[in-house]
């Protein structure tokens, strides 16, 4: 059982490879932008406040987002592995993933840190955009106003984790493929998932 933290800014290829992830070692994957997406498209009782918060591109406040991410963990069976995938998104969450975890006999094992140079991001983003039609990609104001959350808010986590000896960096400009092998090297490290 590993408990994985797949980190990186918006762009970077986190959900690339983290399908990857739960495809070749079955995580249950934890994607917050995926589960906040859903409550709007499901009509969740969060829905305006969420999406009022996501079409100015900043983060949902910690209280709706840490409610979802606890029924995705209680919900899985000690022995599940779990990719956290762009979650912890600050500082207050992680600390609160890690006082909530040892509750279910589980812990933040690494955290794989894809680092991508902002250029590269803004150039996929517009793809993405272009691609996936995603609403949040589509402004480059958007675009800079999350660009500046994450500088903001999300970059701290590394140092919390970097203190914690648990941070993994890899150069997320590297072809998917590339970025995958060095994944599971890093996976390799801390034995079966």
């Known amino acids: 059982m590993l408990h994985i933290v797949l980190f990186g800014p918006p762009g970077s290829g986190k959900g690339t490879q983290a399908e990857r992830l739960v495809r070749t070692h079955h995580f249950v994957s934890l994607s917050v932008g995926l589960l906040l997406r859903q409550q709007v498209a499901e009509n969740g009782p969060d829905k305006a406040l969420i999406e009022q918060y996501m079409h100015h591109g900043r983060l949902v406040p910690d209280a709706i987002s840490l409610k979802l991410v606890l029924q995705v963990i209680q919900a899985q069976p000690v022995a599940q592995s779990i990719l956290y995938d762009g979650f912890p998104r600050n500082v207050n969450q992680a600390t609160y993933l890690d006082a909530v975890l040892p509750t279910y006999h589980?812990?933040?094992?690494?955290?794989?840190?894809?680092d991508v140079p902002e250029a590269l991001l803004l150039e996929r983003l517009r793809n993405r955009a272009i691609i996936e039609g995603r609403i949040d990609d589509q402004d480059d104001t958007k675009i800079r106003t999350r660009m500046d959350t994450y500088a903001r808010e999300t970059l701290p986590v590394i140092n919390y984790y970097q203190s914690?000896?648990?941070l993994h960096k890899v150069d997320g400009s590297q072809q998917p493929d590339q970025i995958a092998q060095i994944i599971e090297a890093i996976l390799a490290s801390y034995g079966n998932t």
Do not use: S, T
């Open 106 to 114: 589980k812990k933040i094992d690494a955290v794989i840190f894809l």
């Open 164 to 166: 914690q000896h648990k």
